[in-house]
């Protein structure tokens, strides 16, 4: 196949992306769910104190405590509105899902490039990529975390380059 080490090398790559992605947005479902998990919890165990408040902490000088438990439930209730974490996580689930099917596709597509013809794999790797054309869309509507990008990245790092010695070509 001409072009061989080329394509062999854009695989890994498209391979390593993949991972990568899955990785991301799986970690950022999960910490999406725990901060709407914990907003939450905090909303409801607030409200109750609020509640509780009229009763129990209208007393001169315990007033504050019912104020406050109002104002911040007030507050996380809006902010969940505006954060909208709901949407969030099922677009991320979504998207690690999708990029775990791209993953598997790659993963398939690098263990046949020996012996698959050059057009067979430009074919698949062309529909790989409108797959992830596709997804892009679907991406923007997220807000990237850092944080989350970077502890995938490490995590790709050192997975892959156990498996590989750290060369996309030990594999050959």
């Known amino acids: 196949m001409d072009g061989k080490p080329e394509i062999r090398r854009l695989i890994w790559d498209s391979m390593l992306s993949a991972d990568l992605n899955h990785r991301y947005y799986s970690g950022l479902a999960d910490l999406l769910q725990r901060w709407d998990r914990g907003a939450r919890m905090f909303l409801a165990i607030t409200s109750s104190a609020a509640v509780a408040g009229w009763a129990v902490w209208s007393t001169a000088g315990l007033s504050w405590i019912w104020h406050g438990a109002s104002a911040l439930a007030a507050v996380v209730a809006v902010a969940q509105t505006i954060l909208d974490h709901t949407k969030s996580i ?16 790659y993963e398939l597509l690098w263990a046949s ?60």
Do not use: H, M, N, Y
């Open 113 to 172: 490039v020996g012996t698959a013809s050059g057009k067979e794999v430009r074919e698949q790797c062309q529909r790989i990529i409108r797959e992830e054309k596709r997804l892009a869309e679907l991406e923007a509507t997220l807000t990237t975390r850092r944080q989350v990008a970077r502890r995938c990245e490490e995590e790709v790092r050192r997975f892959r380059a156990t498996q590989t010695g750290g060369q996309p070509d030990a594999r050959q």
């Open 90 to 105: 099922k677009t991320a689930g979504q998207l690690a899902g999708a990029w775990f099917s791209i993953l598997r596709d």
